[in-house]
């Protein structure tokens, strides 16, 4: 082989430092402009000497060069010695050729930067932001439910690394969130499964890190990757707590150790068959729930109350002028949801509130409301009552749903399954109080549900069918709902109706089936992400809520609590549950079960507000049955 000659590596070295990008460009382009602007000068001075005295000699020449070099208009005014003008000529033409390339270059660099800003790959500079690493539909409502708790925020951050277009995300997140207040919305384009990918939104400075799952056939394996991700990264002193959910129940405990300590992961499938099962018994529970964990609603605060330190749980309920007292959390970690009202309060205890925002928590100055006693009833006590129940259609979940079930209602019982095919409870565990039947049924044909004899069921739970896309089993799901409906009306209202759902879109189309309540599983686990992303403690609340050990939240007739058609307050409410010992969180209006956005849920009301509550009222308690 040849050896390199001395011009090889000249041009070697050219091309290498032409190969630097538009820096290097510019560079050559000042390096030739001032060879130009000297040459011209020089030569000036040698062959026009008489002129160049005029002009100020060698330094006048050189800026008046430069001049011409920079703007061929100034020539225009030149008068001296043809070899003057020449000279002035040569730098305007080289002039010419030099900016033309400059402003090419230029702008050829702006271009390639704007596309590089574009493609997302720049590292973010932030500080206590919420990071989201994946994209699925979750993303619209997690954010949304950001934007609204940052509303009181100052400055907020929210950082979303993902697998996408920077500016497809952009652009999806403002046609479907709109507004986003206060909040600035941050897009980069990279794999969160990437240890370098992940430096682009800044995981060690952040306030937060969910992971969300991607709409795949095996989400969960992703999530336990990424969370394995965040794990193999070198964190500082400070590190940002994570949250996320896996849909299997199998995968729970993988996920939890891939984790670590500083990561919450929550079972989807665990928090969807409950709350199906639980609605089924307390019809509007799913909206109970979706208000609770909606940031636009009235949510769950964890605050110090050093001036209730030594008042027992049962007159903090009413110490509060805006707020509801719901439990304590104890310096250990350790959460009492509607503990025994003699419960004292300790100085290092958290009061865990109901409100509507944190700044709008304050304790009253003086006496707390009268309590009109005349209204207040007494419940009758109701013995539990074998009950049947039919179960449309089936899915991974119901296996779960029947165990729970099984729990859940009085000995005797019977669950009939109706599906189109063949009979999967054959190979379920024995049950100890539920008697299990099948009936080989199309939940869509109004013959076949017919033939079910539905007026003899008290409950009715739909599921949805996973044999389709989510808009098709929900498309199903409506149709099932209106015949349910249809025939419900001709028999007399003799059943309740519990539905699940997909998307959160179609409820408000599902409203005209008039379902007593309808279970947006990814919708509650999106809410429910979010809420642990603001505070991460408050998973043990909600674990408590969904738990049948310990309180849960039910809602009972309103006749139990008040006389019905009776002028009352909710300070009289509060007063008549608490003698129960139950901790009283709203009402549900039976006018308005129908009508969104609340469907009659009106949770922490003014504690003097008029009320006035009918026998078909439900009363919204923490109660430990």
């Given at each position: 082989m040849a050896r390199a000659t001395r011009r090889d590596?000249?041009?070697?070295?050219?091309?290498?430092?032409?190969?630097?990008?538009?820096?290097?460009?510019?560079?050559?382009?000042?390096?030739?402009?001032?060879?130009?602007?000297?040459?011209?000068?020089?030569?000036?001075?040698?062959?026009?000497?008489?002129?160049?005295?005029?002009?100020?000699?060698?330094?006048?020449?050189?800026?008046?060069?430069?001049?011409?070099?920079?703007?061929?208009?100034?020539?225009?005014?030149?008068?001296?010695?043809?070899?003057?003008?020449?000279?002035?000529?040569?730098?305007?033409?080289?002039?010419?050729?030099?900016?033309?390339?400059?402003?090419?270059?230029?702008?050829?660099?702006?271009?390639?930067?704007?596309?590089?800003?574009?493609?997302?790959?720049?590292?973010?500079?932030?500080?206590?932001?919420?990071?989201?690493?994946?994209?699925?539909?979750?993303?619209?409502?997690?954010?949304?439910?950001?934007?609204?708790?940052?509303?009181?925020?100052?400055?907020?951050?929210?950082?979303?690394?993902?697998?996408?277009?920077?500016?497809?995300?952009?652009?999806?997140?403002?046609?479907?969130?709109?507004?986003?207040?206060?909040t600035r919305i941050v897009c980069r384009t990279g794999n969160p499964l990437k240890v370098a990918d992940l430096e682009l939104v800044s995981p060690g400075t952040a306030r937060s890190i969910m992971v969300l799952a991607p709409e795949v056939a095996d989400a969960d394996t992703h999530v336990i990757k990424v969370l394995l991700s965040l794990g193999a990264r070198r964190w500082g002193r400070r590190r940002p707590h994570v949250v996320a959910a896996v849909h299997d129940s199998a995968n729970l405990p993988a996920a939890r150790l891939a984790g670590g300590s500083a990561a919450r992961v929550i079972d989807a499938d665990d928090i969807a068959i409950r709350l199906i099962v639980q609605s089924h018994r307390q019809s509007g529970l799913s909206q109970v729930c979706t208000d609770l964990l909606d940031f636009a609603g009235h949510e769950f605060y964890m605050r110090a109350e050093p001036a209730?330190?030594?008042?027992?749980?049962?007159?903090?309920?009413?110490?509060?002028?805006?707020?509801?007292?719901?439990?304590?959390?104890?310096?250990?970690?350790?959460?009492?949801?509607?503990?025994?009202?003699?419960?004292?309060?300790?100085?290092?205890?958290?009061?865990?509130?109901?409100?509507?925002?944190?700044?709008?928590?304050?304790?009253?100055?003086?006496?707390?409301?009268?309590?009109?006693?005349?209204?207040?009833?007494?419940?009758?006590?109701?013995?539990?009552?074998?009950?049947?129940?039919?179960?449309v259609g089936w899915n991974h979940r119901a296996p779960k749903i029947i165990e729970l079930l099984d729990d859940f209602v009085a000995a005797g019982s019977e669950l009939v399954v109706a599906a189109p095919r063949d009979d999967p409870t054959a190979d379920l565990a024995p049950c100890a109080n539920l008697k299990l039947g099948f009936r080989r049924a199309e939940p869509t044909e109004r013959p076949a549900l017919e033939a079910l004899d539905v007026g003899s069921y008290q409950h009715i739970i739909v599921l949805s069918d996973e044999d389709f896309d989510r808009e098709h089993a929900d498309a199903r799901t409506l149709v099932t709902l209106l015949h349910l409906r249809d025939m419900e009306?001709?028999?007399?209202?003799?059943?309740?109706?519990?539905?699940?759902?997909?998307?959160?879109?179609?409820?408000?189309?599902?409203?005209?089936?008039?379902?007593?309540?309808?279970?947006?599983s990814d919708k509650l686990i999106s809410l429910m992400l979010t809420q642990l992303s603001e505070n991460r403690h408050l998973y043990d609340v909600f674990a408590d809520l969904l738990d049948p050990a310990g309180s849960e939240i039910y809602?009972?007739?309103?006749?139990?609590?008040?006389?019905?058609?009776?002028?009352?307050?909710?300070?009289?409410?509060?007063?008549?549950?608490?003698?129960?010992?139950?901790?009283?969180?709203?009402?549900?209006?039976?006018?308005?079960?129908?009508?969104?956005?609340?469907?009659?849920?009106?949770?922490?009301?003014?504690?003097?507000?008029?009320?006035?509550?009918?026998?078909?009222?439900?009363?919204?308690?923490?109660a430990e049955n």
């Open positions: 590596r000249v041009r070697y070295w050219f091309d290498t430092t032409m190969a630097k990008g538009t820096p290097a460009l510019i560079g050559w382009l000042g390096l030739a402009s001032a060879a130009l602007v000297l040459v011209v000068a020089t030569a000036a001075v040698v062959l026009a000497p008489r002129d160049s005295r005029e002009h100020g000699h060698w330094p006048g020449m050189v800026w008046r060069s430069l001049l011409r070099t920079l703007d061929p208009g100034t020539m225009g005014g030149d008068s001296g010695g043809v070899a003057f003008l020449g000279l002035m000529l040569v730098a305007t033409v080289g002039g010419i050729f030099i900016v033309s390339a400059l402003i090419g270059v230029l702008t050829t660099g702006l271009e390639a930067k704007i596309t590089e800003l574009r493609k997302g790959r720049s590292r973010i500079v932030e500080h206590d932001h919420t990071v989201l690493l994946g994209w699925s539909e979750q993303v619209f409502t997690v954010v949304g439910e950001l934007v609204e708790a940052n509303q009181s925020e100052r400055r907020s951050c929210v950082a979303i690394l993902a697998d996408r277009d920077k500016v497809e995300m952009e652009d999806a997140l403002r046609a479907r969130v709109g507004d986003f207040g206060r209730l330190a030594g008042t027992v749980f049962g007159a903090a309920l009413s110490a509060y002028d805006l707020g509801v007292p719901a439990g304590l959390r104890r310096r250990d970690g350790t959460v009492l949801l509607n503990p025994p009202m003699d419960t004292v309060i300790r100085a290092d205890d958290e009061v865990i509130v109901l409100a509507e925002d944190d700044l709008l928590i304050r304790l009253g100055g003086g006496a707390p409301p009268p309590v009109r006693e005349p209204v207040i009833t007494t419940a009758t006590p109701r013995d539990p009552a074998p009950e049947r129940t039919l179960l009306d001709a028999l007399g209202d003799p059943y309740s109706i519990v539905s699940e759902i997909n998307d959160d879109a179609n409820r408000e189309v599902a409203q005209v089936t008039k379902a007593d309540d309808f279970v947006v809602l009972k007739p309103a006749g139990d609590y008040l006389a019905p058609g009776r002028p009352a307050d909710f300070a009289t409410l509060i007063e008549s549950a608490r003698r129960r010992g139950e901790v009283a969180l709203g009402y549900r209006l039976h006018d308005r079960f129908h009508e969104p956005p609340g469907y009659g849920v009106v949770l922490n009301p003014g504690k003097t507000v008029p009320l006035t509550l009918s026998a078909l009222d439900r009363v919204i308690v923490l």
